[in-house]
């Protein structure tokens, strides 16, 4: 854990109970995420982007003239305990929770929120199920698989038309759905891959699956899945197969898959959203991470940071915490963020910003796709 996040975490936990033991007014914002397990690391952006809104929220003088206060939980981005953790927070009487991250927590637990009138607000769960199935509660500042894997099969298409492409995911909702659209639109393209496997998560050895890429003699992987396995996978991989290149999805965003992958994963293309580090409405909000808490904002940080304050504008525009009028107000108007000026669909999908570019990885972190970087 690092030293900014222990510190942030410190003063959530304590201005919680400072105002509960004082019996002060206060308006709670759940965060759920992963705090553990394989996803920790998208789950701390998550997280730290959550906790430092809140604080300044609260050095601008609270909401609605009432302290926030976050309450913080961990789902270890699985859809059981993501269920107990919900229920957790509607205990706790939370006014809005910025998570789920994982795509198949967010879609195990709202209609737990629905029924307990709580707003749902992910900065992070891309499968389109999420708010196609979701109630009017539900809303996102990611964009969606459909478009993502769209964009992904199509990449495949134009660079890598004539090689052995595999495609993999996780088995899980995320996973599947990225890996599952992504097929969808090479094989539109005219173009079939040689191989389309699953695999379980938080794995130590992949040997069947590292042995199928072997037998078929693949050239290039897209992976549908989280950072930590798909970093094992390649370190695997590569050693039979030393000149694959993979290509994958946003949760790839996190220098760790560098760390697992080795120097296997330089060069691997990924996508995510817009680097917000760069957008000049989110400069103070970078500053502060890297000054005060020795932290780099990358990743759903920011996503994580606009989600708090789109939320806490429709409040403050509403002058209230109720889950009708608030709703009315995301879904009708737009919001100044570190995202940049940003609206809601009926559907609750985040507008106003262009959803998902190309990265690289290098040899020490990621990097937006420039023309020199795209395969010959």
């Given at each position: 854990?690092?030293?900014?996040?222990?510190?942030?975490?410190?003063?959530?936990?304590?201005?919680?109970?400072?105002?509960?033991?004082?019996?002060?007014?206060?308006?709670?914002?759940?965060?759920?995420g992963p705090l553990s397990g394989s996803t920790l690391t998208?789950?701390?952006q998550q997280e730290m982007g959550a906790l430092l809104a809140?604080?300044?929220?609260?050095?601008?003088?609270?909401?609605?003239?009432?302290?926030?206060?976050?309450?913080?939980?961990?789902?270890?981005?699985?859809?059981?305990?993501?269920?107990?953790?919900?229920?957790?927070?509607?205990?706790?009487?939370?006014?809005?929770?910025?998570?789920?991250?994982?795509?198949?927590?967010?879609?195990?637990?709202?209609?737990?929120?629905?029924?307990?009138?709580?707003?749902?607000?992910?900065?992070?769960?891309?499968?389109?199920?999420?708010?196609?199935?979701?109630?009017?509660?539900?809303?996102?500042?990611?964009?969606?698989?459909?478009?993502?894997?769209?964009?992904?099969?199509?990449?495949?298409?134009?660079?890598?038309?004539?090689?052995?492409?595999?495609?993999?995911?996780?088995?899980?909702?995320?996973?599947?759905?990225?890996?599952?659209?992504?097929?969808?639109?090479?094989?539109?393209?005219?173009?079939?891959?040689?191989?389309?496997?699953?695999?379980?998560?938080?794995?130590?050895?992949?040997?069947?699956?590292?042995?199928?890429?072997?037998?078929?003699?693949?050239?290039?992987?897209?992976?549908?899945?989280?950072?930590?396995?798909?970093?094992?996978?390649?370190?695997?991989?590569?050693?039979?197969?030393?000149?694959?290149?993979?290509?994958?999805?946003?949760?790839?965003?996190?220098?760790?898959?560098?760390?697992?992958?080795g120097n296997g994963g330089i060069g691997t293309y990924f996508?995510?959203?817009?680097?917000?580090?760069?957008?000049?409405?989110?400069?103070?909000?970078?500053?502060?991470?890297?000054?005060?808490?020795?932290?780099?904002?990358?990743?759903?940080?920011?996503?994580?940071?606009?989600?708090?304050?789109?939320?806490?504008?429709?409040?403050?525009?509403?002058?209230?915490?109720?889950?009708?009028?608030?709703?009315?107000?995301?879904?009708?108007?737009?919001?100044?963020?570190?995202?940049?000026?940003?609206?809601?669909?009926?559907?609750?999908?985040?507008?106003?910003?262009?959803?998902?570019?190309?990265?690289?990885?290098?040899?020490?972190?990621?990097?937006?796709?420039?023309?020199?970087?795209?395969?010959?």
């Amino acid at each position: 854990m690092s030293s900014g996040k222990t510190v942030m975490r410190s003063l959530a936990l304590l201005a919680l109970l400072f105002f509960a033991a004082a019996g002060h007014a206060e308006i709670r914002v759940g965060i759920a995420g992963p705090l553990s397990g394989s996803t920790l690391t998208i789950g701390e952006q998550q997280e730290m982007g959550a906790l430092l809104a809140i604080d300044h929220l609260n050095e601008e003088g609270g909401l609605l003239e009432q302290e926030v206060v976050a309450v913080s939980v961990d789902d270890a981005c699985d859809a059981y305990q993501a269920e107990a953790v919900a229920r957790q927070l509607i205990s706790e009487d939370v006014d809005i929770v910025i998570g789920h991250l994982c795509s198949g927590c967010s879609l195990a637990v709202s209609k737990l929120y629905e029924e307990a009138g709580i707003i749902m607000m992910s900065p992070a769960s891309t499968n389109p199920r999420v708010t196609d199935e979701g109630g009017a509660n539900i809303f996102r500042v990611i964009g969606r698989d459909d478009h993502q894997g769209t964009i992904a099969g199509n990449f495949l298409a134009d660079y890598y038309p004539d090689r052995n492409i595999a495609i993999i995911h996780d088995s899980e909702p995320y996973g599947i759905g990225l890996a599952g659209y992504a097929k969808k639109q090479l094989n539109r393209r005219g173009i079939s891959e040689k191989a389309y496997a699953g695999y379980q998560r938080d794995q130590a050895n992949y040997g069947p699956l590292v042995n199928k890429l072997v037998d078929n003699q693949i050239n290039i992987v897209y992976a549908g899945g989280y950072l930590a396995d798909i970093g094992i996978i390649l370190r695997q991989a590569k050693k039979l197969l030393p000149d694959l290149r993979l290509v994958s999805g946003d949760s790839l965003a996190h220098a760790e898959f560098l760390v697992i992958a080795g120097n296997g994963g330089i060069g691997t293309y990924f996508t995510f959203g817009q680097d917000m580090r760069k957008n000049p409405a989110a400069a103070g909000v970078v500053s502060a991470f890297r000054k005060n808490y020795d932290y780099e904002p990358e990743g759903y940080t920011l996503y994580s940071y606009g989600a708090v304050q789109a939320w806490a504008q429709a409040v403050k525009k509403a002058g209230s915490v109720d889950t009708k009028p608030v709703i009315d107000i995301l879904k009708t108007q737009t919001f100044d963020t570190v995202l940049g000026q940003i609206g809601f669909d009926e559907k609750g999908d985040v507008t106003g910003m262009s959803p998902f570019v190309w990265y690289v990885f290098g040899d020490k972190n990621y990097r937006p796709v420039e023309a020199a970087d795209l395969p010959n």
